[in-house]
Nanobody, 131 residues
Framework: RVQPVESGGGSVQDGGSLRLSCVPS????????MAWFRQSPGKEREGVAG??????????QYADSVKDRFTISRDGDDNTMSLQMTGLKPEDTAMYYC??????????????????????WGRGTQVTVSS
């Protein structure tokens, strides 16, 4: 069974930086689709950044709210996926989740940020940004 494991969360001041990592434990082949989501109390889980690698090369998507501040990347050959977060704001405060296991029910380009399209989820890592 694939079990993503997140790390790197913490508490920072407004404008600070954090780097989150995700290792999809149990994945026996290179992943094709992975994504970072976040959820704060009382709000729906939202896609933050999505990563695809396949015959068409690497494709990356970001939510408008984090463009130019967050960077998703795949590190090395061990399937580790990172999310470098800079210019953090109090509204970025949330539990951050790593997801993989695309269900292939729809197109990634249009639905990368839909939580329903991913099968495997980590338990999350908390990010808190104070003003």
């Amino acid at each position: 069974r694939v079990q993503p494991v997140e790390s790197g969360g913490g508490s920072v001041q407004d404008g600070g930086s954090l780097r989150l990592s995700c290792v999809p434990s149990g994945l026996t082949q290179a992943y094709t689709y992975m994504a970072w989501f976040r959820q704060s109390p009382g709000k729906e889980r939202e896609g933050v950044a999505g990563f695809y690698t396949g015959s068409g090369g690497i494709k990356i998507q970001y939510a408008d709210s984090v463009k130019d501040r967050f960077t998703i990347s795949r590190d090395g050959d061990d399937n580790t996926m990172s999310l470098q977060m800079t210019g953090l704001k109090p509204e970025d405060t949330a539990m951050y989740y790593c997801a993989t296991g695309w269900k292939y029910r729809t197109t990634w380009a249009d639905n990368w940020s839909s939580p329903d399209e991913f099968s495997y989820w980590g338990r999350g890592t908390q990010v808190t940004v104070s003003s």
